[in-house]
């Protein structure tokens, strides 16, 4: 008799407070669905921030594709100067040309040597913008520097595109 007296004074008080039971789980629900959209929008932010960041290295410019190691160029490389420009070319070098975007950069025969200037998406400590290789007896006798023709032991050009997907449906 005794649970039969507590079990219809819980219906009871059940029924009597039945709004107030309504209004909290109402107010639960509301905070709930509050902090889970500050929540979303605190942790949308900080992985766009993330994001942005590396989308800002211009990591996407270069396509999609299989490309080969980097070559290093170091003095005293028994190398000509057609295999030189022949590794340029690879690389993504123009001759004689203005740099564009699309290129690695550009190159200019001298009379014992050759100029390369360097794109700045390209550039890196291994790469600075402008050095000079000086060639001769086929070998390279100096890397050279920028204007102020400092000396470095090597460089590592670009790496070679070997495939590319282009994502052409035919």
């Known amino acids: 008799m005794r649970m039969n007296e507590r079990l219809h004074n819980a ?12 209004r909290n789980a109402a107010l639960i629900l509301l905070v709930s669905m509050a902090l889970g959209t500050i929540l979303f929008f605190a942790a949308y932010t900080h992985y766009a921030t993330i994001l942005d960041k590396q989308l800002s290295n211009q990591s996407l410019r270069m396509p ?3 490309y080969a190691a980097p070559r290093r160029i170091s003095t005293g490389e028994q190398i000509n100067r057609e295999a030189l420009i022949e590794r340029l070319v690879r690389a993504g070098y123009q001759e004689n040309e203005q740099n564009n975007e699309f290129a690695a950069g550009s190159f200019r025969l001298q009379n014992d040597g050759v100029e390369i200037h360097t794109n700045k998406f390209y550039q890196n400590s291994d790469l600075p913008e402008s050095i000079y290789v000086h060639v001769k007896d086929n070998g390279i006798i100096s890397i050279l520097q920028g204007e102020s023709l400092g000396r470095i032991n090597s ?4 790496a070679e595109m070997l495939t590319a997907d282009f994502n052409t449906k035919k």
Not at 11 to 16: E, F, M, R, T, V
Not at 155 to 158: G, S, T
């Open 155 to 158: 460089i590592q050009l670009p």
């Open 11 to 22: 219906k009871q008080w059940i029924s009597s407070h039945q709004q107030q039971i309504r």
């Open 64 to 66: 999609a594709g299989i």
